[in-house]
């Protein structure tokens, strides 16, 4: 777990600036839920937390170490994608396992953290069927897992459950809520639905036109007379 500080971050796309002067301050252990209407920056600002767009102004720290310019496989962070983005002539386990072998580790230990991540998600059945023999709830589980046996210092969700039908984005939602409940890891959440940021969140950012409008546990956000 680490803290993520966020200061005074500026983006630029050509000469239009999407990002003006963000501060975001998040606890060790903490869920925070980005939300705001399209285009007002979410996905920008979660990537430049994970290194995958250059920032123009300010610094991000992840811990005491500042990443303003570390890649992002040096970041100590793992993202969960709306897209799954799985391998699929991969099965589910060497999906979940792919980027630990990709850094080095062995299998012996890669073969324990999948199975610890796929107990948690209850894909433990399932680790050798292939992705197209999976629901999209599974597949969204197998993405989940990929990033929880990385055993990342933050994780970085970008709109996860937007592509499920609404039964399985409720229970999807619960999921997570548990998986938080148990790992504690620091987590941002970016998402365009406030009942899912209500419901999984311990302070919401809302954001409007690259900069922040409002920041507050849900109940003081939307609960206000
Ligand atoms: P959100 O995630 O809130 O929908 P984004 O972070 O995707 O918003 O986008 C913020 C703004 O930056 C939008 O005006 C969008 O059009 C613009 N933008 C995002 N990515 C690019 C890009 N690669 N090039 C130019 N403009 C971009
Ligand atoms: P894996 O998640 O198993 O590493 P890939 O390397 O194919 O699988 O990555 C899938 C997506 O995740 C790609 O879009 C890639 O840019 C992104 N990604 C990979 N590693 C990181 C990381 N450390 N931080 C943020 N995004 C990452």
Redesign the pocket.
């Known amino acids: 777990m680490a803290t993520v500080a966020i200061s005074d971050v500026r983006k630029s796309y050509g000469s239009t600036q999407v990002i003006h002067g963000v501060d975001v301050h998040i606890d060790d252990g903490e869920f925070v839920a980005l939300v705001g209407p399209s285009g007002c920056g979410k996905s920008t600002l979660l990537r430049m937390i994970?290194?995958?767009e250059p920032i123009n102004g300010g610094t991000i720290a992840i811990g005491p170490q500042v990443v303003n310019n570390l890649p992002?496989?040096e970041?100590d962070?793992?993202?969960v994608?709306q897209s799954y983005?799985l391998y699929p002539h991969k099965s589910v386990a060497d999906n979940m396992g792919?980027?630990l072998k990709v850094a080095g580790v062995d299998r012996a230990e890669i073969a324990t953290r999948v199975a610890k991540a796929a107990e948690i998600l209850g894909l433990t059945d399932l680790l050798s069927r292939k992705p197209r023999n999976l629901s999209g709830g599974q597949r969204q589980r197998v993405a989940m897992g990929?990033a929880i046996v990385r055993d990342p210092q933050v994780f970085l969700f970008d709109e996860p459950l937007s592509n499920l039908d609404a039964k399985l984005r409720i229970q999807m939602r619960a999921e997570i809520k548990e998986l938080h409940q148990r790992l504690r890891t620091t987590t941002v959440f970016v998402t365009h639905d406030q009942v899912e940021a209500m419901t999984l969140a311990d302070r919401i950012v809302v954001m409007q036109a690259g900069r922040i409008e409002q920041i507050g546990a849900p109940l003081d956000l939307y609960d206000n007379p």
């Open positions: 994970a290194g995958l992002p496989a970041r962070i793992a993202m994608f983005a792919f980027a990929r």
